[in-house]
């Protein structure tokens, strides 16, 4: 039985030892760094620490997160918080949500509404879904993770089936998610297709995209092709750049790396803001798409659930602990699938949403999956459903229609 809802609440003296740390922070020189070529720069970091320790109110935070319901609940050792909205309608869906890295539960929190209400945005509350957005093992506060050290993509998506069916006690649910959480959903489409509605993903990789020794260098070790046009041979470049840091170091010592960020709230948030600022579409200025407060909101989740070290080490489990398939039918997917593309990660030589598409169905991967409706956005970044979060539900809602 599902117990009470109970708000969420970062203890006092959590905040108080938050603070200390970001006063006492020991900051490097970052000599030459003005143009942010050698990582995140100094002076913006230190304006967001100086914030984040006198003048974020995480308190604000805090009610505006517990104006939906919170429960923690264990799934099989596995501690996991999660939060809900229930659907307004005749026969609301239940949906799970799962999110990425280095995202928390919250980044859904503006297609949570449009998604369980939709008539109070003008859509049809026939489309309603009961919204379950849980925090990943290891991550927010699904923490601390002790009794499952190799938590992964695929061992979370049994976990959230266990939730849904177990916990929850549906017969038949939804799933969707983006990031890591895309790969999660895409697991449940695969495993549990048969108690499955339909997935909703945003990009759609293969399954086995951590599997392999060197997973964590994205070029596999082939050079760059000589020849190719200069848009195209930047463009590799560019997004090599963008995810090859992290990929290797989380894949490859994430527990090395996890001793400084969780000791040091100025280091997690240069790591996490990194990301923040280069994944998504913000024309150079990351507070068109994360205010400040938005920030230090996803930030003080890491820190306060203890999370940095238990999210990074995700990624090396996914590696350690191959994805193996449960059937051998085509597709491997074989849930109905609705995928979102954004323009700001389109690959080498796709300019347009319909090239994007055409990408995808010319490409190996769109074999892999049920596909029943496409959509290409021209702009809009990694966190999807954060940065376009109107296409994002518009899009879901088609995936999802007359699949009820």
């Excluded at 264990?74 to 239940?94: Q, S």
């Excluded at 799933?175 to 695969?190: F, N, P, S, Y």
């Excluded at 041979?233 to 090859?244: G, K, N, P, Q, S």
């Excluded at 491997?332 to 389109?346: D, H, K, L, Q, S």
Aim: hydrophobic share 40%; aromatic share 12%.
């Amino acid at each position: 039985m599902l117990p009470p809802p109970i708000p969420l609440h970062v203890p006092d003296e959590v905040l108080d030892d938050l603070r200390r740390r970001l006063t006492m922070t020991k900051w490097p020189l970052d000599a030459g760094n003005d143009d942010g070529r050698y990582g995140v720069r100094r002076g913006y970091l230190q304006e967001l620490v100086a914030y984040w320790a006198d003048g974020f109110d995480w308190r604000a935070a805090e009610r505006a997160i517990n104006a939906y319901e919170h429960y923690r609940v264990d799934v099989g050792g596995v501690p996991v918080h999660f939060m809900r909205k229930p659907g307004v309608g005749p026969d609301p869906v239940p949906l799970i949500l799962s999110h990425g890295w280095p995202w928390t539960f919250w980044h859904w929190s503006k297609v949570i509404d449009p998604l369980a209400d939709p008539a109070a945005y003008g859509g049809d509350p026939a489309e309603a879904f009961d919204v379950i957005v849980p925090s990943l093992p290891g991550f927010g506060f699904s923490t601390p993770l002790t009794r499952h050290p190799d938590m992964n993509f695929w061992k979370i998506a049994d976990v959230w089936h266990e939730l849904m069916t177990g916990v929850l006690g549906h017969d038949r649910y939804a799933a969707a998610g983006c990031d890591v959480g895309a790969l999660i959903t895409g697991q449940l489409g695969h495993k549990y297709a048969d108690e499955l509605h339909a997935i909703h993903i945003g990009s759609a990789l293969k399954l086995t995209l951590f599997n392999g020794e060197r997973a964590w260098d994205m070029s596999g070790g082939v050079p760059i092709p000589e020849g190719l046009p200069d848009d195209v041979h930047d463009r590799i470049v560019e997004l090599e750049r963008r995810f090859a840091v992290h990929l290797a170091a989380h894949m490859l010592a994430p527990s090395t790396l996890g001793y400084g960020l969780a000791d040091s709230p100025a280091g997690m948030l240069a790591w996490i803001l990194e990301r923040w600022t280069k994944w998504s579409d913000n024309g150079g200025d990351v507070e068109t798409v994360f205010t400040k407060d938005d920030l230090l909101t996803h930030a003080t989740i890491f820190w306060a659930g203890n999370a940095i070290d238990t999210s990074i080490r995700t990624y090396a489990n996914n590696n350690r602990y191959p994805w193996t398939p449960s059937h051998d039918r085509w597709p491997v997917v074989e849930a109905p699938t609705g995928i979102t593309f954004v323009g700001y990660e389109n690959p080498p030589g796709v300019r347009t949403s319909e090239q994007r598409v055409r990408n995808f169905l010319d490409g190996d991967r769109a074999a892999w999956y049920n596909h029943v409706n496409i959509t290409a956005h021209d702009h809009g970044g990694h966190f999807i459903p954060w940065e376009v979060p109107d296409q994002w539900v518009d899009d879901l809602r088609r995936t999802f229609r007359d699949r009820r």
